[in-house]
């Protein structure tokens, strides 16, 4: 009988401060492993259950094989069993099982157990002969690669037979008449060959330890089965620059935060890392350009497009670092209890978000926040000095969600303690002094996502509109302040935080906007995709896994400023808002303007600022009316109100 795991309490406090020691962290896989085995004794009694899940497949042959390499090699199993590829299909299978999910024919899915009981015959160097599923004509061997059987290819899915003895492994299509032949090959130690495609490594040092990257796996995405995508050698070599350059700036850093190997938010030691996954596909909304996501179902493991550079790496595998953890802490500790309601505020995002979400993007931007903080002035991370601004962008922004969190949320003993180390991290942060024109510049970014995400999902109830809009017409007193009410979803259009994009460098913001995009100024200002554990959303679009987590940075298509945005952003704010006004004759109805509008306005009239607070109200004021009301407007509505 094994006793209850118990964190101690000063590591618990390490993780909520947003960071957490190899001891802390050392823990969470604990966690990890305990859960592994409880999810692999769920599916081998369902199995036992009903041996016809399998197909072809023995449960007995497999066990039998995995015991035996247990034997031999215990850490080689104990290594298998905590891998990214494991956790992956162990979860989904599952799923599969209970009925939540979708993808291969069941008997692929569950067998795919024989394939993990190969890999750690092979890793153990014990013998085996069992049979493996193969899909069009291809046996994956996670943690290892894909062998790719000769001859005419297999189409939809086929057991094969698979022999093991002495680190030689020969595939045999089952069934005659398939046009497949015969593949022998030595998986540990083989080159690659068209027939054989080992999982790419990239060293973390040299000798040392590594990473995979990842693209045969079948259950390398966040839940569903995908099919092999090989990168060319070309793309390999990026990759593994971006790599190289992404673990030199996650060394020793000279900013203020603490050095490589500490403790604090931001700080992640690159061997920690189990998996990237390349992401070569397109979103719904343009291309996955700064997309990068992570599933609690694969401690360690990150689904990235490829970055520009290494910073944006290295930044995007702290972020998804940060969701790991706050998984791992997750399946040890219920911190909130929600009914996922989808009606809070996320700096971060386009759209409304449940309280689980919020959660997971509090924890991962204050990782963000911290990895910034730490290379202030570092030239190598930093040329172009942007640090001070996206340090100070995300403190503010992580500290308005956890101000929501500790008023909104649930939260159980073990969240409050969360939520409160996190708050002290972010409120000591915002004591430290960060250069001025940077913080303006993130403030005015910060307010300028809110008053435009205000105006795109909120409205003012019935009876409030039309009494804001009969106090505009008869000069009355304006109603007070009620409750707003969501914007139905299915109303709602998806935007595009082009201006907050634009503060990151108005330095190159040009005189005509028109030839300039969100990502040539600055990508990762858009908006960001973050969900909780028990869910899946793109930002965090429903993809379907049940305990997966989308984590950043979806970036829809390129759409350019407007003229008002670059004028605004320079702080040219007259100018900027007449030509808001402009520009809402060209497009009535659309938010950016009116939002652009008052911000403007609210830095010619710092009096008014109160006009922000509630965008929705303006909005409703003016309803109907041309632009030429709208400063009318502003004056009736700036005035002090009755409380509600």
Sequence with gaps: MHGPMRMPGHWFDELAAGGGSVEAVGFLVEGERARRLVLLRELLSRLEERPALLGPADLGAIWRTVERA?????????????SPQVGSWLSHTLRRLHGTSAGSPLWVDAGHLAAVALVAALRAGTAAELVVPAREGAVALPTLGLARLPGIPLLGFHPVH???????????????????????????????????????????????????????????????????????????????????EAVALLGPASGPGPRSGGTGPGTLRPEEIGRIVPWPGRLRHGPGAGFSASTADAFGSMVVARPPDGAALAEAMVHEFQHSKLGALLHLFAMLDDDRAEEYYAPWRPDPRHLPGLLHGAYAFVGVAGFWRDRIGVRAADPLDLAPFRFALRRIQTRTVLRTLATRAALTGPGRRLVAGLTRT????????????????????AAGHRVEWRLRNLRCADEERAGLAAALRTGAPPPSVGQPVFVPASERTHWQDVRGALYLRPDIAPDSALDVTVADIGPDIGPDIASGVASVAVPDVAVGAASATVARGVRPQATPP??????????????????????????????????????????????HRRLLARPERFAAAVAGEGPEVWEHAAQRLAAPQPPA
């Design 562 to 607: 407007v003229r008002a945005d670059v004028l605004l952003v320079r702080g040219e704010a007259a100018a900027a808002r007449e030509a808001y006004r402009e520009r809402w004759s060209e497009a009535p109805g659309d938010p950016h303007p009116l939002a652009g509008w008052l911000l403007a306005h609210t830095a010619l009239h710092p009096g």
């Design 70 to 82: 247990e034997v031999r090699r215990p850490e080689c199993v104990e290594e298998l069993l905590l």
């Design 426 to 445: 972010v409120d000591g942060w915002l004591r430290e002094p960060v250069d001025g024109r940077a913080v303006a510049r993130a403030r005015a970014a």
């Design 162 to 244: 698979a022999r093991l003895q002495e680190g030689e492994l020969q595939l045999v299509p089952a069934g005659r008449g398939t046009g497949a032949t015969t593949l022998t090959v030595r998986p540990i130690t083989a080159p690659p060959s068209a027939l054989w495609w080992p999982t790419h490594r990239l060293p973390v040092r040299p000798g040392g330890p590594e990473v995979a990257l990842d693209d045969t796996d079948p259950y390398r995405d966040l839940d569903r089965p995908i099919p092999p995508q090989r990168l060319t050698p070309r793309e390999l070599g990026s990759w593994q620059s971006l790599f190289a």
